[in-house]
């Protein structure tokens, strides 16, 4: 499936992917976000680094959409300094560790700089047999900066326990194909969703009043949204998400998030069973124009539905996910057609809701 590509789409989905923003440290994609949309929305945030977008085309006194994507990727965060000058780290969210060996990565310094470096292991010349059959996880793990010395790296490079470090993956677009490959795309493909969802419902004909979110720290446990959700208070909510897909390594009756087959629906994860009604009813939404969809029933993951559907008296909340291959790792793929086909069904979902529906989920 190809699409028809928007280059102003394009280059939001490069900016997004590009910039530096791991759990916590989001400032560069919610900059990004910022420059993204000034031109229609009154912006604002809060001390999360929660991302308020308003369109100046609501009205007031009508349901509130709210309109979520999380901001923040996976990264690290510098634990200590070895004497060799090597690093070690945390985590930042779940990872799949059996794929760090070897990862580029950028650390910030004390100085703001983001100074390149690599995931080290030993090298398997120097391992024992019993080492090279063990799967590595993070504690066996270093951050090499080409420092010698623990000296070197706090004085020359200006490094600081604390500091923050992020895959170094830059954005790439094959035309032929119709993928791009980069980081971040959980969730930076889903806050160009988002993005672009607002700006293509200016001028359209609405019942309902629309606020994007860009939440923080979803992937330390949902912690931006759940205050993002008690200030925005809405009565029905859409959450965007780069979601894992799962179509190269399992058995082809059970895919259920495949790349170039549109946005994914999620039924239920182990965090959300997403509204029933409202699930059905953007299922049956894009059957009537033959909108390109796939629905899921999940066993594990976890998504800000989970605190948006359990606060205030309860939020109707669905779950629509531009899948991606190889999600929290160092480098994605996902595709343009799925990054439109998640638009132009939220765009429709967006026009469809009145109060009376929004009252029967």
């Known amino acids: 499936m190809k699409t028809a590509v928007d280059e102003r789409c394009l280059s939001m989905i490069r900016t997004l992917s590009e910039a530096r923003g791991p759990s916590g440290f989001e400032d560069e994609a919610v900059n990004a976000a910022k420059n993204c949309a000034r031109d229609l929305a009154d912006i604002s945030e809060d001390s999360l680094r929660n991302l308020y977008i308003r369109p100046r085309y609501n009205r007031g006194g009508r349901p509130v959409l709210m309109l979520d994507a999380h901001s923040d990727e996976v990264g690290f965060m510098i634990h200590s300094i070895k004497p060799n000058g090597t690093l070690r780290f945390l985590l930042l969210g779940e990872w799949n560790e059996a794929a760090l060996p070897g990862t580029g990565v950028r650390v910030r310094n004390a100085r703001g700089e983001w100074i390149r470096g690599v995931i080290a292991s030993k090298p398997p010349h120097f391992m024992t047999s019993a080492e090279r059959s063990t799967v590595l996880t993070a504690r066996d793990l270093v951050i090499d900066v080409g420092a010698v010395s623990d000296a070197e790296a706090r004085d020359v490079f200006a ?59 979803e992937e330390l ?141």
């Open 159 to 217: 490094i600081r326990i604390g500091e923050p470090a992020v895959p170094d993956t830059a954005f790439s677009y094959d035309p032929s194909a119709d993928t791009m490959i980069g980081k971040s795309f959980d969730c930076r493909i889903g806050c160009a969703a988002m993005l672009e969802t607002l700006r293509r419902l200016r001028g359209e004909p609405l019942s309902v009043d629309v606020v994007g979110v860009m939440s923080s720290q």
């Open 221 to 361: 446990g949902e912690r931006g949204c759940t205050v993002a959700v008690r200030k925005v208070a809405p009565q029905a909510a859409i959450v965007f998400e780069g979601c894992p897909a799962d179509d190269t390594f399992t058995e082809p009756y059970a895919i259920q998030t495949a790349l170039k087959k549109g946005p994914m629906l999620r039924f239920m994860d182990r965090s959300i069973l997403c509204n029933p009604r409202f699930q059905r009813f953007a299922l049956d939404l894009a059957e009537n124009p033959s909108l390109a969809v796939q629905s899921s029933v999940r066993e594990g993951g976890g998504n800000n539905g989970a605190v948006i559907h359990t606060s205030l008296d309860g939020i109707p909340a669905i779950v629509l996910g531009v899948p991606v291959r190889y999600i929290h790792s160092g480098c994605g793929i996902t595709s343009y057609y799925d990054f439109e086909a998640a638009v132009r069904l939220a765009v429709d979902l967006a026009k469809a809701l009145t109060p009376e529906i929004i009252a029967g989920f």
